[in-house]
């Protein structure tokens, strides 16, 4: 690579500093002069910038804020994955994803070359800034070898910034006392380049909102957080550095389209851009920002506002719609629980609860032994006040409460046709608790600590259809499904299903139907060799508009609505219905056993073993019309067996699995991934290639055959040493393959 001369940066007046509020300084900064020319040096020449893992976007707030590298999300989305920003007299560059500061990250593209005059541009118009990083020393000597006086700063870094000029530090190692020492660094004319990832965060932070993260308490004084949500590349396996920067980059410059007497954009791509610049600013602004105040008073306009629907979703391009929406969902969570309000849309979905439906109190004992969320029976009503209190020897914090099973994010989606966030769950401390949600939904009970036996006593909710096999008896059951909650559940130790309440009083006894569900869940857990009582039951919920797909595996597994009938009828149910066993089948692989290319797959070996052991299909049928007639391995053949071909047709690998299926049993697939469950740490795979040579060494010594020829037919990839570990064993292959 060309060394590029880094250009002398231009002389700026210093900005005033500004008045700290709660945590951090609230107010937004004045805009300083030119950042487009920044950006441009930084830029200069350079073509591509490394993704690490899965970015996630970048929020600017106002003119002391630029984008340096966009990513897509969605077709009509640009959201900054790099940006910088003047602060008081300093100057801080924000990277969207934790691996930015990583030595691997700076070995792609242009990476290098960018952190690198990142760091010269925080550092001001030093010739040779002195620069600090905590925690990583790989990071200092990777900025070394470009030329940079970086060294490992001490545990107690925050406390010992003299003669450093430029920090570089990752958002999810700060402490809460080293982020006041940071801002004053930086006020004082130090530069920061500081790497985090929202969504991840999050992940690892269930019960905390976005503008908690600890790069948002550090740097949304200076114009710059860390958003929810995730961004595609946009060059190769990366994002362009001379991509166009979008005309609409900042929320100052969306809320200016959206305050417009009209509120409407000259495109729909420009409106997209602006909802989804405001709509991610309002969960990282906190309250008294004044940007936050901006979006605040949007409310206050009267805008006629309509709920959202499927025959009336609020689309991406209708940017004022979608920031008023997300505004309500953002103050709703930011609002005491007395006086939280149904919100018009809950109405829509999940649905109303009959104003006359009485509400009722109940005592339950729930065994805080079994993980996930314990139902109650009783629902929330939208805007209803409810108080649960634990019982006596409850350690605060042992539990939390969850209003509503329907816990997808859909701020990513185009189209909403229902509002993105209507899930609430609130910590349980001593004495009693109050919560509330302007959506309503199911109450559960989720123990955080496995303490035994805890009681709970809930007040202000109303009955729900509820059936729990082996304890609900008929007569409980013809009472229960004539509950008023517009949503239901039945369940078993094993599976637990979430559906509208009217498809649950049309089911005369669930009996048959759990029966069958407890079946397909024992299917799965003896093909993978996991025990059949589950420590924490498997979730399936209906729901109007999912995150991703048609369906999605996690906790719970998330269907669109026209599954219920399948989830329900014991009929459907016998008969296989591949999407659930497939969603199901997701829960049950693991890494070791499933690499590149076969993470659509190896889910279907379950749905498989399930339709052959538990299920009727149609007589001469597998559950799918790819698996009865599969794509053509002669095509593939001829096509040369190309593994990249093989990898994005999950029903033409599925095929290689069925072939090693048909000849040696669901029994080789047992003692394979028993295995692989009683495996020491060291002796996991760890690379892609690990996974496909341990893959087909363990699988030939299970089955006693040599599947190296097999595998080279397929074109399916592995080492010779693996190959020639089993050369003892004789060569096998399907009587209808031919040898390559």
């Not at 897509?72 to 990277?95: D, I, Y």
Request: with cysteine.
């Amino acid at each position: 690579m060309l060394h590029h001369r880094w250009p002398t940066p231009v002389n700026r007046s210093p900005l005033i500093a500004l008045v700290p509020i709660l945590a951090g300084v609230l107010a937004p900064s004045a805009a300083p002069a030119d950042p487009p020319d920044a950006r441009s040096a930084i830029v200069a020449d350079a073509d591509s910038l490394a993704a690490p893992g899965i970015p996630g976007p970048l929020v600017l707030l106002d003119g002391s804020a630029f984008p340096i590298a966009v990513g897509r999300q969605g077709r009509s989305v640009s959201l900054p994955v790099v940006a910088g920003a003047r602060a008081g007299r300093g100057r801080v560059v924000a990277f969207g994803h934790t691996g930015y500061l990583d030595g691997a990250a700076l070995g792609v593209g242009d990476t290098a070359l960018l952190v690198e005059r990142c760091v010269r541009w925080s550092g001001g118009d030093r010739a040779s800034p002195r620069v600090g990083v905590p925690h990583d020393a790989g990071l200092a000597e990777a900025l070394g070898v470009r030329g940079l006086d970086a060294r490992v700063l001490p545990a107690d870094w925050s406390a010992r910034l003299a003669g450093v000029d430029v920090l570089c530090l990752q958002t999810h190692r700060l402490r809460d006392g080293d982020l006041e020492p940071v801002r004053a660094f930086i006020r004082n004319g130090g530069g920061v380049l500081a790497s985090g990832l929202g969504w991840g965060w999050l992940q690892l932070n269930p019960t905390k909102a976005i503008r908690e993260h600890p790069g948002n308490r550090l740097l949304v004084w200076a114009g710059i957080g860390w958003a929810d949500g995730t961004l595609e590349r946009t060059r190769g396996e990366g994002y362009a550095l001379d991509a166009a920067i979008p005309s609409i980059s900042r929320v100052d410059q969306a809320l200016g389209l959206i305050e417009s007497p009209d509120g409407k954009a000259a495109s729909r791509e420009e409106g997209a851009q602006a909802g989804a610049i405001a709509g991610a600013a309002i969960r990282v602004l906190p309250e008294g920002h004044a940007l936050f105040d901006r979006l605040r008073r949007l409310l206050d306009g009267g805008v006629a506002r309509r709920a959202p629907s499927t025959g009336a979703p609020v689309r991406v391009g209708e940017a004022r719609e979608r920031v008023l929406l997300a505004l309500e969902v953002e103050l709703e969570h930011r609002t005491p629980p007395e006086e939280v309000r149904a919100h018009p849309a809950a109405a829509v979905f999940p649905g109303p609860v009959p104003p006359e439906a009485p509400r009722v109190g109940r005592t339950i004992a729930i065994d805080a032994g079994v993980r996930g969320w314990r139902g109650t029976g009783l629902y929330a009503p939208p805007g209803g006040l409810v108080t649960v209190t634990l019982g006596d020897g409850v350690d605060p914090g042992g539990a939390r409460v969850r209003i509503g099973c329907h816990t997808d994010r859909l701020w990513h989606l185009d189209d909403w046709r229902r509002a993105p966030d209507i899930a609430r769950d609130f910590p349980l401390g001593t004495g009693t608790t109050r919560v509330a949600s302007a959506f309503g939904g199911l109450i559960y009970i989720e123990p955080t600590a496995r303490t035994g036996a805890i009681e709970v006593t809930i007040d202000g909710g109303v009955e729900a259809p509820r059936f729990v096999l082996g304890s609900t008896t008929p007569e409980q059951w013809a009472a229960s499904r004539l509950a008023p909650a517009p949503w239901g559940e039945i369940e078993t130790a094993k599976i637990i299903v979430s559906v509208p309440a009217e498809s649950l009083r049309a089911l005369d006894d669930p009996t048959a139907v759990l029966e069958m569900w407890d079946r397909i869940s024992d299917a799965h857990s003896t093909l993978g060799q996991t025990p059949l009582a589950r420590e924490r039951p498997e979730r399936f919920v209906a729901d109007e508009q999912i995150s991703a797909g048609y369906m999605h595996a996690g906790y719970p597994i998330m269907t669109h609505l026209d599954a219920v009938d399948e989830m329900t009828e014991v009929g459907r149910l016998r008969a296989g219905p591949w999407g659930l066993l497939h969603e199901l089948g997701h829960n049950h692989q693991e890494g070791e056993w499933t690499f590149a290319g076969t993470g659509e797959v190896t889910c279907n070996l379950f749905a498989l073993h399930a339709i052959d052991t538990a299920c009727t299909p149609a007589e001469g049928s597998r559950g799918h019309g790819a698996v009865d007639q599969p794509p053509s391995v002669e095509k593939h053949l001829a096509d040369g067996a190309r593994f990249e071909a093989w990898q994005r047709d999950p029903f033409l690998a599925l095929h290689m699995y069925v072939q090693l299926q048909r000849e040696f049993g669901w029994e080789t697939f047992k003692r394979v991934f028993a295995e692989y469950r009683a495996l020491p740490a060291g002796d996991r795979p760890r690379t892609d290639a690990d996974k496909r040579d341990q893959w087909l060494v363990r699988f030939s010594r299970a089955c006693g055959r040599n599947l190296g020829p097999f595998f080279q037919a397929w074109g399916v990839p592995t080492g010779d040493g693996a190959r020639r570990s089993i050369a003892d064993l004789p060569e096998w292959m399907p009587a209808d393959m031919p040898r390559p």
